[in-house]
């Protein structure tokens, strides 16, 4: 999914935003 938005404006934005769900994904897993 990473490569739609590799390039332009949107890359930066659209890497925290991946890079936060994998975050909340972890800590889900992480506590049950």
Known sequence: M?????Q???S????RTLSRLQ???LERFAGS
């Open 12 to 15: 930066f934005a659209f890497r």
């Open 23 to 25: 975050e909340m994904q």
């Open 2 to 6: 990473d490569e739609l938005y590799t």
């Open 8 to 10: 332009g404006y949107l």
